[in-house]
């Protein structure tokens, strides 16, 4: 197990260079909407340059994780936790480290694409930014914006036009255009709450294809209700299941090959294998 | 059944297929009520057409008699025979304005504050605020703006005259180096007019926009919040630009609301028919304040006259509103938003 202590300083680093990520743990994480509890006590390791996937039926709690892994969880005003995350060692839930600076470290990238459509597909890769109020010169941007392109597999097909309008492009090439604008913040880790589950087979591959060549540069937890999906992309797999009314746990983590090949749990067992979920 | 004769009919001569005609299969039920609704729809286009047939035909004999002098000409006296609009619609539109520049920024804060900031329980309490604002009596706005304001607002106008003369809307006639102020010249202005008209228009324009601000999509303000955005990043890159419909039409149509107000100004306004630009200086005149001061001792040729400047003003906030209405429904946020 890798140490996840000892990581540069959340407040002081600055634009630091996409190199392979943060370690992510989650540590008892439980989570309330208003009185009721979705979350019980959910621990879970999420190495560098490594993809997470996080699998399970519907309702079990995954993508509340996954948002609390960011802490857009408490943009619901019903909304509670308990429990810590800690980004190379340090909580990002702790008074020191503000809100925006966490957010920045770890992107989100959404279920149904989100890019600004008022914005040409250039503003959208620059937005963060201009949003975290950071600065740079006409080359510096040219640059950034070409690759976070080139990474998000969507130079090739903007690249003649990246003043027209994001909400212009298809469906697929709005996600990755969503990608692509993560990436321009620099962050350490990428969420990815099912980025798929909006589109059809042929985007879905390129996207695959994506989150194979970011592996190396930040660390990646995918939701998906896909089970081949989470085997195809992820090298880690937690399964999450909700019991008819209680809240939702991990009941099995580690390799995806073990998850698919030789799951300890029974309910693993027949999730994976198509049985139930 | 029929299909796949029709298939197997094939080699037969080429039938030209053409739409076939489908019921809408609506119920008595649904018919009854779509009449109806048609019917009440109808009576409120035939009652504004009928507002517009009216004014413009009692308008016919003033603009034969005037023809385009009535729109030219300054003074206000029909005991002399000389009539013209010139300067009441030039009061008009400078009160409007007036009252919209200062409503505008506070329409916009106070429905930003109550979409994004205000929490919940704050939230309905302050609309239901805004909304009292909007069933104040426009006279009791008028008694606010003559008893309260003016005594202040004075003041104000007195300072920007003394100290920013050189800008020449700040302009008063009036001896800066008088031993005691000339309070007359500053009291009875465009300005102090607006103010109450602008309290007046602010609920309407600050209800549209609240109602657009709400709708801007979540999808997109959680994708500022990702990115590291604060509240108000998120709000200047998606609310503002998914609300500009709303708050160009909002505005615009509190805009065809001040130029059609009449009590307050009337209240508050001394009468003066000059061709100037001068809101803080004493005296001015909107068509709907000559409309209301003149209608009761008007000779018939004198009202067919007062119609015809409402004819103006009807046409001139009719233009208004459609412009308004353009810019809502050109928006994004005015149609239904798909993402």
């Not at chain 2, 009539?83 to 008009?92: F, H, M, P, Q």
Request: some cysteine.
């Amino acid at each position: 197990m890798t140490s996840v202590l000892g990581g540069a300083s959340l407040a002081t680093q600055e634009v630091p260079s996409m190199g392979g990520g943060a370690a992510l743990e989650a540590l008892d994480l439980s989570a309330w909407f208003g009185t009721n509890k979705v979350l019980d006590r959910v621990s879970l390791q999420m190495h560098p340059a490594t993809v997470t996937a996080l699998i399970g039926p519907s309702g079990c709690g995954k993508s509340t994780f996954l948002r609390i892994l960011n802490r857009m969880h408490e943009s619901n005003p019903a909304a509670s936790l308990a429990g810590e995350v800690l980004l190379d060692g340090q909580d990002i839930y702790s008074p020191a480290l503000k809100i925006t600076r966490v957010r920045q470290r770890i992107g989100m990238v959404f279920q149904k694409p989100n890019p600004f459509p008022t914005l040409s597909i250039k503003d959208n890769v620059t937005a963060g930014l201009m949003l975290t109020g950071r600065r740079m010169n006409g080359p510096e941007k040219a640059d950034l914006i070409e690759e976070c392109l080139l990474h998000a597999s969507l130079w090739d097909e903007v690249k003649d036009r990246l003043d027209d309008l994001g909400g212009a492009l298809s469906g697929g090439q709005q996600q990755r255009l969503c990608i692509a604008r993560s990436l321009a913040v620099r962050p350490d880790v990428l969420l990815m709450d099912e980025p798929c589950s909006a589109l059809d087979p042929t985007s879905t591959r390129r996207i695959e294809e994506t989150i194979h060549e970011l592996r190396d540069l930040v660390t990646i937890v995918i939701v998906t209700h896909n089970m081949q999906q989470a085997a195809r992309v992820s090298q880690q797999c937690a399964f999450f299941l909700a019991a008819q009314g209680t809240p939702g746990v991990i009941v099995e983590s580690g390799t995806t090959e073990q998850i698919f090949g030789s799951p300890l749990d029974e309910r693993t067992s027949d999730y994976v294998n198509g049985r139930f979920g | 059944m029929t299909s796949t004769t029709a298939l197997d009919d094939k080699p037969g001569a080429p039938v030209e297929d053409r739409p076939r005609v489908i019921s809408p299969g609506l119920t008595s039920g649904d018919l009854f009520f779509r009449r109806g609704v048609a019917v009440v729809g109808a009576t409120v286009l035939i009652i504004t057409g009928a507002i517009g047939v009216f004014l413009g035909y009692q308008s016919i004999p003033t603009l034969q008699r005037y023809g385009w002098n009535f729109f030219v000409e300054n003074q206000w006296q029909p005991e002399n025979d000389i009539i013209g609009i010139s300067a009441v619609l030039l009061g008009t539109v400078q009160v409007a304005v007036l009252a919209l520049l200062m409503a505008f920024p506070l329409a916009l804060s106070t429905a930003l504050y109550i979409t994004e900031y205000a929490p919940a329980r704050l939230r309905s309490a302050l609309v239901s605020l805004i909304d009292l604002m909007a069933a104040i009596p426009s006279i009791v706005w008028g008694l606010w703006g003559f008893f309260l304001i003016q005594p202040h607002a004075i003041g104000v106008a007195r300072w920007l005259a003394t100290h920013m003369s050189w800008v020449p809307i700040f302009h008063v006639d009036t001896d800066p180096n008088a031993a005691v102020w000339a309070q007359t010249r500053f009291t009875a202005s465009v300005f102090v007019a607006s103010i109450p008209v602008a309290m007046m228009i602010l609920p309407m324009a600050c209800a549209v926009m609240r109602g657009v601000f709400a709708q801007a999509p979540l999808s997109e303000r959680e994708a500022a919040l990702a990115l590291g955005g604060t509240r108000w990043g998120a709000i200047r890159t998606v609310v503002i630009p998914f609300g500009r419909g709303g708050i160009i039409g909002g505005t615009m149509l509190a805009m065809g609301r001040a130029l059609g107000e009449t009590i307050a100004v009337l209240l508050i306004i001394s009468p003066a028919f000059d061709l100037k630009v001068r809101p803080l200086e004493v005296g001015t005149e909107t068509v709907s304040a000559l409309i209301a001061g003149r209608f009761g001792e008007a000779t018939s040729s004198q009202l067919s006259a007062l119609l015809t400047a409402g004819f103006v003003l009807f046409l001139l906030t009719l233009l208004t509103n459609t412009v308004a209405a353009v810019f809502v429904t050109r928006s994004r946020s005015g149609s239904a938003t798909e993402l």
